[in-house]
C-alpha cells in the first residue's frame, strides 16, 4: 500500500430545511389557523479516528466530502427529516489543520475519537412559530441555514512506541526486518526508505510494541534538508527513540560523529524532541573495525549504547528486552505523571463564530446607508425578503435592535436606499 501522510478535503455538511407555510383545512374547522412545520437539521460531516487505517490515501481520489441535506417542513406540524450525518474514517495520529488559517484544530489520536468539522444547518421554523395574538395568520416561514463549510488540511503523523532514528544505511531497515515481521524495503544505497515502516515487536506472550523505521535522517534535515520535516515529524510521536548508528565507518563517516549530529538535528528540530528517552544501537559488529568504534561510542553515550548485528542477530534478543524494559519505565512514569482519560472519547468541536444581531455598525457611502453586521445578514438569509409579511416581521426586529433609530441619526430620510450585504431596501416611515 503506497504511504501518504498528507492530504486536503473539502468538507460541506447538509442544509437545514425550510420551515412551511401552511394552514389547517378540515371540514366543520372554520378556523383552523396555521400549521407549517419546521425544516429538519442538516446532516454533520464528521471525522472519526480508525485505528484499521495506515495512510492518507483514500483523500487522494477524493477531496470533496457532503453530508446530506435535510427534509423542509409541511403542514399539520410536521417537521422535515434530518439530514443523515456523513462519517469520515481517518488513520490514528492525523492532526487537522483549518487550511485558510493553518491553526490546528485537531489532533486524532485515540481509535474511535470524533471531530465535528463541518455543522449541519438548523431547519427554518414553520409558521406556526410566528403566530401571536396580534399576527394570528402569518405568511412566512424562514428557510434553512446552509451547513457549515471549510477547507481542511490533514497530516499523518505515525503513531508507534518506538522509533528507529540514524543515518541513511545504518540497518534501521534490516534491524527492523529482524526483530518484528514487518518487510521493508531494504538495500545498500541512501534514502531506500522513503516512508515510515511499521513492525509489531513480539517480546513474549501478550506483550509486543510497535516499532517505527523512519527515513534516514541527514544533516540540515531540521532546516528541511534531505527528507528534512518529512522525517522528523513522524519522530514526534514516538515515545522512545532507538538511534542506529553504522559502527562499521565503511561509509566514510565516524560513528561517533553521526550519533552527535543526529543528536543535534533532534534538538534543533524541537527541544521537547532532543530530551525524548532514547537508547542507541551500535550496528553491524559483524564488520571489520566495529568493536573499537563501539567502545569509543560507549565513552560518549555513557551507558546507554548497545552493540548488535542485525545481519547475524547477534544481540537481537538483548535488545528487544531492553526496549521493553525502557517502556515499561516510561509507562509507569506516564501512569503517575498524565490524568485518567475517559472510557469514551469526547466529540472535539469547532467553535461556531458568534453573530449576533446587536453587533452591527451604520455607514453612508455613495448615497446609500450601509448596514454592516454578520449576525443580520445571516438573518435576511434565512427569509424571503420578497414576501411583504416577512418584511414588516423583519423591520419589527431592526427596530428592536436599534438599527432603525441607528439609520435616523445617521440622517436616513424617505426614499434613501438601505444596504445589508447583498439586499437593498428603500427606506419609508
Not at 524494559?325 to 501512569?335: M, N, T, V
Request: aromatic fraction near 6%.
Amino acid at each position: 500500500m503506497q504511504f501518504v501522510d498528507r492530504a486536503k478535503i473539502y468538507v460541506n455538511a447538509g442544509d437545514g430545511g425550510n420551515g412551511s407555510v401552511s394552514f389547517r383545512r378540515e371540514k366543520y374547522v372554520p378556523a383552523g389557523g396555521p400549521d407549517g412545520g419546521n425544516g429538519g437539521t442538516g446532516g454533520s460531516v464528521i471525522l472519526e479516528v480508525d485505528p484499521s487505517m495506515t495512510t492518507l490515501l483514500d483523500f487522494r481520489y477524493r477531496t470533496h466530502y457532503r453530508a446530506e441535506a435535510a427534509g423542509h417542513g409541511r403542514g399539520n406540524k410536521q417537521e422535515g427529516k434530518n439530514g443523515e450525518d456523513l462519517i469520515i474514517r481517518v488513520p490514528p495520529g492525523t492532526v487537522v489543520y483549518d487550511d485558510e488559517t493553518s491553526s490546528t484544530i485537531a489532533d486524532l489520536t485515540i481509535p474511535g475519537q470524533r471531530l465535528l468539522a463541518a455543522r449541519g444547518g438548523k431547519g427554518g421554523r414553520g409558521n406556526a412559530v410566528f403566530a401571536t395574538p396580534t399576527r394570528q395568520a402569518p405568511t412566512f416561514a424562514e428557510k434553512g441555514e446552509p451547513g457549515e463549510s471549510r477547507w481542511l488540511r490533514l497530516e499523518l503523523k505515525v503513531i508507534a512506541d518506538v522509533g528507529l532514528v540514524g543515518y541513511p544505511n545504518a540497518g534501521k531497515s534490516t534491524l527492523l526486518s529482524v526483530i518484528s515481521a514487518a518487510k521493508p524495503k531494504v538495500a545498500a544505497y541512501p534514502f531506500t526508505t522513503l516512508a515510515p515502516n511499521l513492525g509489531v515487536v513480539k517480546v513474549d506472550i501478550g506483550k509486543s510494541f510497535v516499532v517505527a523505521d523512519l527515513p534516514g535522517l541527514i544533516e540540515g534535515a531540521h532546516a528541511g534538508v534531505g527528507l528534512g520535516h518529512d522525517f522528523l515529524r513522524h519522530v514526534e510521536r514516538t515515545r522512545l527513540l532507538v538511534q542506529v548508528v553504522d559502527c562499521s565507518g565503511m561509509e566514510g563517516r565516524d560513528p561517533v560523529d553521526d550519533f552527535r549530529q543526529v543528536r543535534e538535528e533532534l534538538a534543533l528540530f524541537s527541544s521537547e524532541l532532543g530530551e525524548r528517552p532514547y537508547i542507541v544501537v551500535g550496528n553491524k559488529l559483524d564488520l571489520p573495525g566495529a568493536e573499537d568504534n563501539l567502545k569509543r561510542l560507549a565513552q560518549v553515550v555513557e551507558g546507554k549504547v548497545m552493540g548488535v548485528s542485525a545481519a547475524t542477530n547477534q544481540g537481537i534478543r538483548e535488545l528487544i528486552y531492553r526496549i521493553w524494559g525502557e517502556l515499561q519505565s516510561l509507562h509507569r512514569k506516564a501512569d503517575q505523571d498524565e490524568p485518567v482519560l475517559p472510557l469514551e472519547p469526547e466529540m472535539i468541536t469547532i467553535p461556531r463564530k458568534k453573530q449576533p444581531l446587536s453587533e452591527f455598525a451604520v455607514r453612508k457611502e455613495d448615497g446609500a446607508f450601509i448596514v454592516e453586521g454578520a449576525g443580520l445578514q445571516r438573518l435576511l438569509q434565512r427569509h424571503d425578503v420578497e414576501n411583504p409579511a416577512t418584511l414588516r416581521w423583519l423591520f419589527l426586529i431592526l427596530d428592536d435592535i436599534g438599527v432603525i433609530e441607528a439609520l435616523r441619526q445617521a440622517g436616513i430620510e424617505d426614499g434613501d436606499t438601505v444596504k445589508i450585504g447583498q439586499w437593498e431596501f428603500e427606506y419609508l416611515r
